[in-house]
């Protein structure tokens, strides 16, 4: 197995790690209900996916 034959520098190390980062979640409206909703998924609040109900939602009383 192999070995470093010498130390990585802070600097050198960090300068690999700056592409390791966190992209924000793109977000959509709902075609039915106007709520934010990720790409892809199904409604949270009234349970349609692309203008068509995909999950039975319990009205909250």
């Avoid at 990720?38 to 609040?45: A, F, K, N, P, S």
């Amino acid at each position: 197995m192999a070995h470093p034959k010498r130390k990585i520098s802070k600097t050198r190390r960090d300068k690999r790690r700056t592409h390791y980062k966190l992209t924000a979640a793109t977000f959509m409206e709902c075609s039915n209900c106007g709520s934010p909703v990720l790409y892809h998924r199904v409604c949270g609040e009234c349970g349609y996916y692309r203008g068509k109900p995909a999950i039975e939602k319990e009205l909250a009383v």
